[in-house]
């Protein structure tokens, strides 16, 4: 049994692997943009992309394990997710709003709109979301740079189902 069970799960690994290997052009594009404008020298120190397969098992794995199910319940929602940790070997000064309006200038180009964007003294923090063509929120890009290190993190998914679970989940009240 146990001799048909390991090619069996050498066969399925491609599945579970599938959008885990490397990032997409377009999360590169911006990496790229954000090294530019910022100044500076980075090293990556992670940088990888998980698919739907992967997020799916991630999701099963957080539905054994929590008491909770609200994790297991948005990662239903998410089709994939890029993260890029970079360590700054070698900086400029501070970053500065010009800079951050450069790189959302950019960000706009490719239909990202800025909807939370901070800039203080070493740290700087944005978030961009982006539409889908049929106007449904399905992208969320956050650019995160402290005098260490520049962290770049895509969630792709149906967010306003994502955002909803979690409004429901945590009863929290928007009062119109």
């Not at 999360?27 to 790229?32: G, L």
């Not at 501070?94 to 740290?123: A, F, H, Q, Y």
């Amino acid at each position: 049994m146990k001799t048909k069970l390991f090619p069996m799960l050498i066969l399925l690994l491609p599945l579970f692997l599938n959008g885990c290997i490397g990032i997409n052009e377009e999360f590169a594009d911006i990496r790229n943009e954000v090294f530019n404008n910022f100044g500076g020298e980075y090293k990556s120190e992670v940088q990888f992309s998980i698919g739907s397969a992967g997020i799916t098992v991630s999701s099963w794995l957080v539905d054994a394990a929590a008491e909770e199910d609200i994790a297991a319940d948005i990662l239903d929602d998410v089709s994939s997710v890029q993260v890029g940790v970079y360590k700054k070997l070698r900086g400029t000064d501070s970053p500065r709003m010009n800079t951050l309006r450069e790189i959302e200038n950019k960000m706009s180009e490719s239909g990202w709109k800025s909807i939370v964007k901070t800039c203080d003294e070493d740290e700087l923090a944005a978030v961009y979301v982006r539409k889908n063509p049929d106007e449904i929120l399905d992208r969320l890009f956050v650019i995160s740079l402290d005098k260490d290190e520049l962290v770049l993190v895509e969630v792709e998914g149906d967010l306003k189902e994502a955002i909803s679970t979690i409004i429901r989940e945590k009863g929290i009240y928007i009062d119109y």
